[in-house]
């Protein structure tokens, strides 16, 4: 830097345009590309992501971007002097554009435009002006707006934590940050050794202070803040939690940035609605510069579900009723939402004689026909929405080999039953190696409870047979197992470690445990089920809207349900001696980034020795499942065997009976987010709770989520 001035000039037009017009080198402020580009390929990892550079002079930054393969690179400077040179400079470089803006007003950019916004220097250069607060402010909710949800600010500057983090507080943009840190005399040269490794985030808390105690005072170090535009976490389509219920005749939109390949599902999620057929599957392929760490020819999906012939109305009215009415056992299984029953009692009418009604080539009894090509390796995509059963999954004479589970790839492993819960996805390659001449038995049958229901049949017709080829062996002789063989399900879920190279490692350890007591209950006569021994009570005003707009008395504000029961003297085997519970609509409130442990207890049901499996669902986090243990979690014992190593992250998991699921999750997600089992009754009757965390994070929420409850006056 050759000119002398003061550095309060940093902020003016024209000391850039000035400084511009006599030096015409490059400049790279702080760092360079060499230097910084793990980082950046780290946060923007993919070549067709769309950058912003503010304030880029004259700077080689964006050329060794474009030079690593990123195809769009957008610069905007104050200064006209620059911007026409780096013009003229780079007319001949499609990727790389420039233009003349101030980034306190970018109005030139639509919202949610870019991926990611790299600033070396500039918020620095605002903050050494007049009304440094004030331009600083907009200058940060401008960058804000441009970016896409879930898009990233990398800051590189001298700042510390401790004045750049009340800057970010000031603004009303709500981000979630994590500091790196880089030598101050790195210059991106290959043979030298960094004292800090650039890829791996300095713990930072709310304040910076802990940054200090991993750094130390005053280090010779860049820091670098990577600012991740906090989603919408309105948009996650839980009735009574996020949103009001989107009523008959209204439209409502969900807007979401689908950021992880993998197989999903969406279903409707108010009352028992699921099961009534609001339902589907998504799949998120990955860009194509990032293959997926295995191979196949295509790509199948499968759903599977239950089936009642009672509506939803009708059983949630008998588990609300004193007697309590019990579902029941599903009539059918359905393999992609065909299924079959035993037609010739009651589905028969004057109209319908039994050979229209049962007659196997009818279109409304035909199975699901999957058609292979001998040789070829497919894809399924497997996912479960069951309204109650667990499922065993199986082809005829053919192994699955496991890649995929809930949207993170794992080591592949091979099985002949695919265990399979509700609200679960499982990728498995299938290889069409069985002899062609013939069709085989896809099924699904019903594990974890007595099997009442038959299971679901579908057809695996290799081509070219024809696809009403009946298999030669009866569907029944396809293998599976016990539906009370708890331990071979057990051996799956443990068997399912993260894929190497893929695995993203929980932190060491937590800064809170809570361990939840899973039991069916009596409140006031009702038959119900409670997490600790509260029964969940559902508000009539969803309480993200409650806690941002601060309606405490929209739900019981001060009272937190319990993170322990008495573990001590609970007979987890035996029907609860005082077997009432409470209802509340209380919530738990997380700090927002602490990493938190749950621990999910199974325990006897009121009936003598029975214990059932739940499937939990947590909403807006994936988990890192740590354990899974028979009989009663040991609170000092358990945790050393957990695996910290290379755990598989989900989004749902099963709760054996009589035994415990240990789970762990950084609350890193503004928002106010459901966890409950995943079986529709049981959520019905209060298996669920519900965390909060991070709300002065979240931004301001759009009216078409409100309209109910003390929402009313607010649309
Ligand atoms: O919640 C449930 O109630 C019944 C039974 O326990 C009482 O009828 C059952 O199987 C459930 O899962």
């Given at each position: 830097m050759a000119t002398e001035t003061s550095t309060q000039s940093y902020s003016e037009k024209w000391y850039w345009d000035d400084r511009y017009t006599n030096e015409s080198d490059p400049f790279d402020w702080y760092q360079n590309y060499p230097s910084l580009s793990?980082?950046?390929?780290?946060?923007?990892?993919?070549?067709?992501?769309?950058?912003?550079?503010?304030?880029?002079?004259?700077?080689?930054?964006?050329?060794?971007?474009?030079?690593?393969?990123?195809?769009?690179?957008?610069?905007?400077?104050?200064?006209?002097?620059v911007i026409d040179a780096m013009n003229k400079k780079y007319s001949d470089r499609p990727q790389l554009k420039y233009l003349k803006m101030d980034v306190r007003d970018m109005k030139a950019f639509q919202d949610a435009s870019f991926d990611a916004v790299i600033d070396k220097g500039t918020l620095d250069s605002i903050l050494c002006g007049s009304n440094s607060r004030q331009h600083s402010?907009?200058?940060?909710?401008?960058?804000?707006?441009?970016?896409?949800?879930?898009?990233?600010?990398?800051?590189?500057?001298?700042?510390?934590?401790?004045?750049?983090?009340?800057?970010?507080?000031?603004?009303?943009?709500?981000?979630t940050t994590k500091l790196h840190v880089i030598d101050k005399s790195l210059t991106g040269q290959p043979l030298e050794t960094p004292k800090w490794e650039l890829t791996k985030p300095i713990p930072l808390d709310d304040e910076g202070s802990s940054v200090e105690s991993a750094i130390g005072k005053s280090p010779d170090v860049h820091y670098i803040y990577v600012c991740i535009k906090?989603?919408?976490?309105?948009f996650d389509g839980v009735e009574g939690v996020t949103q009001c219920p989107i009523l008959p005749g209204e439209i409502f939109t969900y807007q979401f940035v689908v950021d992880r390949p993998g197989t999903y599902m969406y279903h409707s999620h108010y009352g028992m609605q699921r099961e009534s057929g609001l339902i589907g599957m998504i799949r998120v392929s990955p860009p194509s510069t990032e293959p997926e760490p295995f191979t196949y020819d295509y790509d199948r999906s499968l759903l599977l579900t239950d089936w009642y012939h009672k509506g939803m109305s009708e059983k949630a009215t008998g588990l609300a009723s004193i007697p309590f009415k019990w579902v029941g056992e599903p009539q059918s299984l359905m393999i992609q939402g065909r299924g079959r029953f035993n037609c010739t009692n009651n589905m028969m009418t004057p109209q319908r004689s039994e050979a229209e009604v049962c007659n196997t080539s009818h279109a409304d009894c035909s199975r699901?026909?999957?058609?292979?090509?001998?040789?070829?390796?497919y894809r399924l995509r497997i996912g479960s929405l069951t309204s109650l059963s667990a499922l065993s999954f199986q082809i005829e004479g053919h192994n699955l080999t496991v890649v995929e589970a809930d949207g993170h790839y794992v080591e592949p492993f091979t099985v002949r039953n695919l265990f399979i819960y509700s609200g679960e996805t499982y990728s498995v390659l299938l290889k069409a190696d069985q002899n062609p001449s013939r069709n085989y038995w896809i099924t699904t049958s019903i594990v974890s409870r007595p099997e009442k229901t038959p299971p679901a049949t579908a057809v695996l017709k290799y081509h070219p047979n024809h696809p009403r080829k009946h298999p030669p062996t009866p569907a029944s002789s396809n293998f599976r197992p016990e539906w009370n063989d708890t331990r071979h399900r057990l051996a799956q879920s443990v068997a399912i470690k993260a894929r190497k190279g893929f695995a993203h490692a929980p932190p060491e350890n937590s800064d809170k445990v809570i361990v939840l007591l899973n039991t069916q209950?009596?409140?006031n006569g009702y038959m119900r089920w409670s997490v600790n021994n509260v029964s969940y009570q559902h508000p009539t005003t969803p309480y993200l809207i409650a806690l941002k707009h601060n309606l405490t008395n929209a739900f019981d504000w001060r009272f937190t349900p319990p993170e322990r029961y008495d573990s001590k003297?609970?007979?987890?085997?035996?029907?609860?001696?005082?077997?009432?519970?409470?209802?509340?609509?209380?919530?738990?409130?997380?700090?927002?980034?602490?990493?938190?442990?749950?621990?999910?207890?199974?325990?006897?049901?009121?009936?003598?020795?029975?214990?059932?499996?739940?499937?939990?669902?947590?909403?807006?986090?994936?988990f890192w499942v740590l354990g899974y243990g028979e009989g009663k979690f040991n609170e000092m014992?358990?945790?050393?065997?957990?695996?910290?190593?290379?755990?598989?992250?989900?989004?749902?998991?099963?709760?054996?009976?009589?035994?415990?699921?240990?789970?762990?999750?950084?609350?890193?997600?503004?928002?106010?987010?459901?966890?409950?089992?995943?079986?529709?009754?049981?959520?019905?009757?209060?298996?669920?709770?519900?965390?909060?965390?991070?709300?002065d994070r979240v931004a301001n929420l759009p009216s078409s989520i409100m309209g109910c409850g003390q929402t009313k006056r607010l649309v």
């Open positions: 793990p980082l950046i390929n780290l946060y923007v990892p993919h070549p067709t992501h769309r950058a912003l550079v503010i304030g880029c002079g004259n700077s080689a930054f964006s050329e060794g971007m474009v030079d690593d393969g990123y195809g769009d690179v957008v610069n905007i400077d104050i200064s006209s002097v402010t907009q200058m940060l909710e401008e960058v804000w707006r441009v970016l896409k949800d879930k898009g990233v600010y990398i800051l590189i500057t001298y700042g510390a934590p401790n004045y750049r983090l009340r800057l970010f507080k000031e603004s009303s943009c709500s981000w906090v989603g919408t976490p309105w699901f026909v999957l058609m292979v090509i001998p040789g070829k390796t209950n009596k409140v003297s609970y007979d987890i085997f035996a029907v609860p001696s005082n077997a009432n519970a409470t209802m509340s609509d209380g919530i738990y409130r997380l700090k927002f980034n602490s990493t938190v442990d749950v621990v999910l207890q199974n325990a006897n049901t009121m009936s003598v020795n029975n214990s059932e499996t739940h499937p939990w669902h947590l909403h807006g986090h994936d014992e358990d945790p050393k065997r957990y695996n910290l190593v290379d755990p598989i992250m989900k989004n749902t998991v099963a709760v054996q009976p009589y035994g415990w699921t240990a789970l762990r999750f950084r609350a890193d997600n503004p928002g106010v987010w459901s966890f409950h089992c995943h079986i529709e009754s049981h959520f019905f009757m209060g298996m669920r709770i519900v965390f909060a965390s991070g709300i």
